[in-house]
Each structure stands twice: as C-alpha cells, then as structure tokens.
C-alpha cells in the first residue's frame, strides 16, 4: 500500500488546512521532507501516528510514553494540540487524515482508504475517528465494533493497515532506534518477541491452529465419554474465564497508568508552587533536580532487574562444594562416553587389520601353529593401542551415569560455573555498590526538593501540602496495585499453561478411543500439517531472519568481516527474543561496546531483515535519518538501506546537518518529491514543494542567514 496524501488542520505548527503528496514515482521511491529544528518536521511525524492510533500511540514508540506522561495524561497532551492562532481566533478543533492507495482487504476492492481522526477541546472527551472507502463508510467497519463501542474504526486500522505492536519498524527516529541494540531486560524482549511474532506472520497461522483445535474439541464432545466431556467443558471454560481475568486487569491496569499520570502531573505542579511559595530555587533548577531524579530511577530499575537476574545464580554458589562435585561428574561422564566411543572405534579398526592379516595367511603357504599366531595377535592389538592410540582412556567399567548430559546442556551448566568463579563476584560487587551510590543520590536530590518548599503554616501552604501528601500517596497505592496485577497476571498465565497441557492429555486419551467423521479427520489432518507447517516455519524464519540480517550488516558496515554470524534465539513459547552477534573467533559481541554509528547501522539492519521478511507494503517513514553517521557508513546507507526498505520512504532530515548536499546527491536518483516546511510565523508553518533538483538551493535561499 502507499500513502498518497496527508491533510493537517490546525494540527500544532500546522494553522489551517495543509496538504501534501508522498506518492512515489515509478523507480523513485524516497520523499523528501526538510525544515529547520522547530519548524514541524517531528510533529509531522507525530500527526501521522496519532491519526492512526490515537490514545495507543504511546504503545508505538517510547518518546511519545514520556510526553503523554510528562504533560499529565492523553487528555492534556493532545488536547493542547490545537493550534495557537487558530485558537485565539475562536477555532476549537483540529484533525489529521491520511489517504492510502493500493490496501488489500479481503473480499473488499477499493481505490482510496481515508482516515480522520479528529478532537475538539471544548465538546470531546475522546477523538473521533472516520474511516471512509472510496469516499464512503463502509458496513465492514460496523462489523467490527464490540459491544456497542465506537471502536470499529480502531479495529480496522489495527487489522487491516497495521499493527500497532509493529509500527515502531515504520515509524522512527533513526537517532534513536539504536535503542534495538540495548534491548536486555526480560520485559524488553518480551514486548519486542511480540512485535517479532506480528512482523513476521507467525501469530497468524498459530491464531488458526487454535481456531481448528476449538473446531475439533466440538467433535471431541460428541464421541467422549460423559465424564471425559464434563472435564474437557472445565477446563475450556477455565482457560476462557483466566483470558477473560487477563484482559480485564489489561484495561484495569491501563486505567490505573493513567490515573498516576494524572497524580503525578498534578503533585509536581503543586511542588513547583510549593517552591515558587519558598522563593528557594528557580523554576529551571527545580527542572534539572526533576530530571537527576527521575534519571536515577530509571536508572535504581535497571540496576534492580540487573540484581535480580544475579540473585537467581546465589543459591548455585551457595551450593558451591555439591556444584563441583556435580561438575566433576559431568566431565568424568563426558570423558567415559568419549572413551567409550574411541575404544569401540579402536576395536573395530584392529579387527579389520586382524581381517587382512587372516587374508594375507592364506597365501603364505604354511602353517602357522596358533600359539604364534595368539601371541601376534595378541601384541598387534597392544602396540597399535600404544603408539597410534596411548592418548584414549578405557572407559570407567564402575562410573554410574548420573546426569547424561548432552554436549549443549553441558556446556550451560558450564558456563553458569564459570560465571560463579570468575565475573559474578565482581558483577556483583560492582552493580550494588552503584545500587548504593545511585539510592543515596536519589535521597540526596529529594532532600534538595524538599528543603526548597517552603517552611510555613498558612493555610494556602497547608493545603497544598496535604493534597500533595493524598496524591502521592495515591500513586504510591497505584504502583503497588500495578505490581499486585502483574503478579496475579503472571499467576493465571502459569494456570492457563498447566490448563492447556491437562487439555492436550485430555484430547490425546479421548482421541485414542472415538470414531472419526470425514469433517472430523480432515480437522484432524489439517491442525497436523498446520502443526508442522508453523514448526518448519519458525525454522525457516529464524534462519532467514539471521542471514538477512547478517547479509545487510556486511553491506552497511564499513569494517567488513567484523560480524561474522548473527543468532536468533525464540523460546519454545515465542515470548523471548534475543539477537546475538559474533565476530570471527566465534566470540559474542556485546552490542553495548559498539559505537552509536555501529548501533545504528545494527538496529538498521534489522529493521530491513525484519520488513523485508515480513512482507507487509507499508511506508516507511524516518526522522533525523544521518545523524550518528560517518562518511562511510553514510555512503552506504544511501545506497543500500533507503532506497531497498521499502517501496515508499519519507525522510526528515535537517538539511546539511543530517543530510549534507553530498550526501543528498548520492540519494537524488531515487527522490521523486521533495518538500520544505516554511516557518511563516512563530505559530504557523506550511508545505513548500520543490523539485528535487532544486531542494539544497531553495532551502539555502529561504534560511541564508
């Protein structure tokens, strides 16, 4: 698909109506659209996430999380985007639509999609949101909607434009998506496993899967013994009423987020009164303590998780003497079943010489009396062991197996030992005394904050403090009732897995005993091949994934031959993801000691593997495209990552900064639009087209001072 037109209406910068073209011209597939720091480039952007999801953009990329929270909640943060002067001069609304060309929906053909999403600061709670086909609404969209809810058009744009668990791999800061490269935590993988799953088509076929085995279990019902039927309705129902348990606490514990939001918006204002009152410090200074603190909370989390993944090593090192016994064990094991091999190979080369000795016998004529023959025999077998074999051992005839390791499970096992006795001590040491450091910074900064309000007792000062007391306290409940969700959450998601391994033996012992219909074995025979087919899938995918990415970062990367392999690894449950790098010694690269360009160039390259695997046609569209590049790696990124991403790019670079005329010379063949967005005062911008040819000379003219 591709996106043909983009309409703002008083949309922040944007005062009035603003229109722009982003359809590609046959070969020409990159769009151009520039403007100076402040100008509109990054609300552009933002205008075209918020038009498609709405109050769900946060979930889209981090930065507009921290903005939505920052300015008190959703309400507060879109509602100040109407703008300035059209405001002043009585407007109360503003919106944003985006035309597609060229979408695909099943049964459905269609020219044009447009979608509206419009608010209004003085009648609306929530943004409206129209989804016309062919400049028509559409029965499709009715079909869509839940339970009475204005929701259809929010489906539609999930289901049939796009996901919003993928959209940060069309929507991004090229600056900041090196954040790829430092995904660790088990939560990070976790949110990007999802994503993983969407992008590359696995969650459909598994979504399939579970619709035919819901099919089969009617069957099931039919042929199974009453109590059979009785416990097989249990456990379905029970596996339905967690679903349900789950998603309730989802919405509950979005409800809760924005609630703190809003809490915690309006305790900061009340502090920064408090400090006003106090004439202690300035509005600025009270800033920068805001930002150490929150700086040092984020970082207080990191270093907790880092904490907690090293608690779970201490029982093993306290379990030290019994580790290395067990240790001792594996390798006594690993040597007995080697020795074993090597002896059984020994033997079976000695017979074979013994075999053409035998042969060479009968054509030496005489008679070899069997005690010479026992005594060659005999010494043969010693001396080939002695100087072609002395370095293998005889297998231990009284080492009792204990553990039976494979070679992979030893070499965890370990590796955890290794870990123990070399870097964990140290690991340990270095996090917790940063742990401490960063607490007393964080007790330090707030001993700041509240030295700087003001010691009194008038009433205005006392009820400001007391409402800040009830609201801090209020998000103090908020994060333990958050924490308590995500405990029961991870609770029934451990009984919906017990529920589904009960309802898998289930299924397998009334399958063993019922007759088969000819719908019911053709049930049977799919869900097998579907079975089958998702396992090789994943197979094929993961392979296909590490090679894609391994092939763009050979393109991309100046120092060549400096990846060598790249490895996926996705759990059993699909719900962990983690992408390692090694060079040619077969060592892991940590991804934290490469440079920001090398992140970048890393995180590029897979955002490529990842669309290009995925097949989905969908724009692309990049802000601050050249920031942290050299001049190599600029070259190849021009060359080989812009124009190959996909059929449709728009970049937003700031013009001889991001994008210097060199570099834009490199890219022109391939430009078939481009625009500069003109500040005409300090509350309005628009869209200036201009040729490709002519955009560095125009963009001179228009800023020479």
């Known amino acids: 698909m591709f996106i043909k037109e983009i309409e703002l209406n008083n949309f922040r910068i944007y005062k009035g109506i603003n229109k722009i073209n982003l359809l590609p011209e046959k070969d020409k597939n990159i769009v151009v659209v520039s403007g100076k720091n402040g100008f509109g480039k990054t609300t552009f952007l933002m205008s075209l996430v918020w038009c498609l999801y709405g109050r769900q953009m946060e979930k889209v990329d981090e930065l507009y999380q921290k903005e939505i929270a920052d300015k008190g909640g959703y309400g507060k943060y879109i509602g100040n985007s109407l703008n300035r002067l059209a405001k002043a001069e009585g407007e109360n609304s503003f919106s944003v639509s985006v035309v597609f060309k060229d979408v695909k929906i099943p049964e459905i053909t269609c020219k044009e999609i447009k979608i509206t999403r419009s608010y209004d600061i003085v009648t609306s709670g929530n943004d409206k949101v129209e989804v016309l086909i062919d400049g028509f609404p559409n029965e499709l969209i009715q079909d869509l909607t839940t339970d009475g809810k204005q929701d259809g058009e929010e489906i539609f744009i999930r289901d049939f434009i796009l996901p919003i668990e993928i959209a940060k791999f069309f929507f991004f800061d090229a600056e900041k998506i090196v954040s790829l490269a430092e995904i660790n935590s088990p939560e990070q993988r976790r949110l990007l496993s999802k994503a993983y799953t969407e992008v590359l088509g696995i969650k459909k076929y598994e979504d399939l899967k579970d619709h035919l085995e819901s099919i089969q279990d009617e069957y099931r019902k039919k042929s199974a013994k009453p109590q059979e039927r009785a416990e097989l309705n249990h456990i379905i129902a029970d596996i339905e009423d967690r679903i349900i348990d789950i998603d309730h606490i989802e919405v509950l ?163 955890v030992i290794n870990n123990l006795r070399h870097s964990f001590k140290d690991t340990y040491r270095r996090i917790n005394d940063e742990y401490l450091r960063n607490k007393s910074g964080i007790d330090s900064v707030r001993r700041k904050i509240r030295a700087a309000e003001k010691d009194a007792e008038d009433e205005y000062i006392s009820s400001l403090r007391n409402e800040k007391e009830q609201l801090d306290k209020r998000v103090f409940l908020i994060d333990k009732d958050i924490y308590d969700f995500g405990e029961k959450t991870g609770g029934l998601k451990n009984e919906i897995k017990s529920l589904r391994q009960r309802q898998e033996e289930l299924r397998k012992k009334i399958d063993d005993s019922r007759l088969y219909s000819e719908k019911d074995k053709k049930a049977q025979e799919l869900i097998f091949k579907l079975k089958e087919f998702i396992k090789e899938f994943k197979i094929t995918t993961k392979k296909k994934l590490e090679d894609n990415i391994l092939q763009e970062l050979k393109v991309l990367m100046h120092k060549k031959g400096f990846i060598k392999r790249v490895s996926v690894d996705i759990n059993q449950t699909g719900d962990d993801v983690d992408i390692n790098l090694f060079n040619l010694r077969k060592e892991k690269i940590d991804k934290g000691s490469l440079s920001m360009g090398e992140r970048q160039m890393y995180a590029s390259a897979l955002l490529k593997a990842l669309v290009e695997e995925s097949e989905i046609e969908f724009p692309v569209f990049i802000d601050s495209p050249m920031q942290k590049f050299d001049k190599d790696h600029a070259e190849n990124v021009i060359k080989e990552f812009y124009p190959k991403v996909s059929k449709q790019v728009v970049l937003f670079p700031l013009i001889h900064k991001e994008l210097t005329a060199t570099e834009f010379n490199l890219l022109k063949p391939k430009v078939s639009k481009a625009y500069i967005i003109q500040n005409i005062s300090t509350e309005a911008s628009n869209f200036v087209e201009v040729s490709p040819e002519q955009l560095i000379n125009t963009y001179d003219n228009l800023y020479a001072d």
């Open 253 to 415: 514990t979005q409800q809760l987020n924005q609630e703190k939001i809003e809490k915690q918006s309006r305790s900061n204002e009340i502090q920064m009164k408090l400090i006003q009152e106090g004439n202690m410090i300035t509005l600025e200074q009270l800033n920068e303590l805001k930002n150490e603190e929150n700086n040092l909370s984020e970082r207080m989390i990191s270093l907790q998780n880092d904490l907690r993944e090293l608690f779970d090593l201490i029982p093993f090192g306290l379990a030290g003497e019994l580790l290395a016994e067990t240790s001792l064990q594996i390798e006594n094991e690993k040597s007995s079943k080697e020795g074993q091999y090597r002896q059984e190979d020994i033997e079976g080369k000695i017979e074979k010489i013994l075999d053409d000795l035998e042969s060479e016998k009968l054509k030496y004529g005489s008679v070899i009396p069997n005690k010479v023959q026992s005594f060659y025999q005999e010494n043969i077998k010693l001396l080939i062991k002695k100087y072609f074999f002395s370095d293998v051992l005889d297998a231990s005839p009284t080492l009792e197996v204990l553990h039976d390791f494979s070679a992979s499970e030893a070499n965890e096992f370990n590796s």
